[in-house]
């Protein structure tokens, strides 16, 4: 009985290159928590969507606030 140790031909299997598929990257947070500022003992919230209702914040632009959710806008008065 011969003891045979052969060593098993390891192969290399070569990492293909996916294509097509880019590679992923993260989206900077929305950062809710700046629309929210404590005074005190109460919480005040940013002006938030009246369709999308609470939660929803409006983005606040020159002349107008904006929801991204819905695309609801907003004109300030002058
Ligand atoms: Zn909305």
């Not at 070569?14 to 900077?28: A, I, L, R």
């Not at 002349?63 to 008065?77: I, P, Q, V």
């Amino acid at each position: 009985m011969a003891n045979e140790k052969e060593a098993a031909p390891v192969e290399v299997k070569k990492v293909k290159e996916k294509k097509g598929k880019k590679p992923h990257k993260n989206k900077p947070t929305s950062q809710k928590w700046k629309k929210y500022t404590i005074s005190g003992d109460k919480i005040t919230r940013a002006k938030s969507c009246p369709r999308c209702g609470p939660g929803i914040f409006l983005a606040n632009r020159q002349n107008r606030f904006h929801c991204g959710k819905c695309n609801y806008t907003e004109f300030t008065k002058k």
